[in-house]
């Protein structure tokens, strides 16, 4: 491919690790991926992709971005380590639209999910996600992960008095209309931590946020 095809081509990056040499290759991170019971659905179009690259063809992160869900397709398959190293993974968000279109039926998003895990689980995708760790302590403190009260003065702010005075007085507003509380109640909130817990989530949050998790938590978590 000459430059000027190149400068032409939004997908010019697609090409060059087509033929690429896998440098470090793990079975054990194929398996996890295959084990990952969100592969479910996915793991003949995993073992059976046919590189076609219909996947990035229609992937708007592949567009815009250097990333390209089919080399993730093969490197995922050749167990290519550099995955877990990888921050073009985080580009993806989740469309679902190379799920929808792999003749396949493999699913680079859930793929992304799997490694994107393991990138957090090392510390390495650390910085991709502690942006919602405030969002996520409000979900198992509370049961609801978009807690309005941190955001109102950002809505005030942007929307002026007439919100920040509506603010002031929701909960009364939500009583007089019968709407009961913001917040769901402790049972529902109980359910919620459990699930937290029992997955392994409140570990990984403590993680994102840099805390340890208190020993005795830890050895009823395992
Ligand atoms: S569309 Fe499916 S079969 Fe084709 S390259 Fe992507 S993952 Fe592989
Ligand atoms: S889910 Fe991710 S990889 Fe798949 S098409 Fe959407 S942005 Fe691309």
């Known amino acids: 491919m000459t430059d000027d095809q190149r400068a032409d081509n939004p997908y010019a990056h697609v090409a060059d690790d087509a033929f690429a040499a896998t440098p470090r290759r793990d079975p054990e991170l194929v398996k996890r991926i295959l084990d990952d019971p969100r592969m479910h659905d996915h793991k003949d179009g995993f073992q059976s992709c046919i590189q076609c690259g219909v996947c990035t063809s229609g992937c708007p992160a592949a567009r815009f971005t250097e990333y390209s869900p089919r080399e993730v397709a093969r490197r995922a398959l050749d167990g290519d380590v550099t ?117 392994g989530f409140k570990e990984r949050l403590a993680a994102v946020r840099g805390e340890s998790v208190p020993a005795e938590t830890a050895a009823e978590e395992g």
Not at 141 to 153: E, N, R, S, T, V
């Open 83 to 199: 995955l877990l190293e990888d921050d073009t993974l985080w580009y993806c968000y989740y469309c679902y639209t190379c799920q929808s279109r792999c003749p396949r039926h493999n699913s680079v998003a859930v793929i992304n999910q799997v490694v994107r895990g393991m990138q957090v689980e090392s510390g390495r995708g650390r910085a991709h996600v502690e942006m919602f760790a405030e969002w996520c302590g409000a979900f198992y403190d509370k049961g609801m992960g978009g807690d309005p009260h941190l955001m109102f003065p950002a809505i005030g702010e942007a929307w002026g008095d007439k919100w920040t005075d509506f603010m002031a007085h929701l909960l009364e507003i939500r009583e007089e209309l019968g709407l009961g509380d913001l917040y769901p109640p402790d049972d529902v909130v109980k359910e919620v931590q459990t699930i937290f817990e029992e997955t």
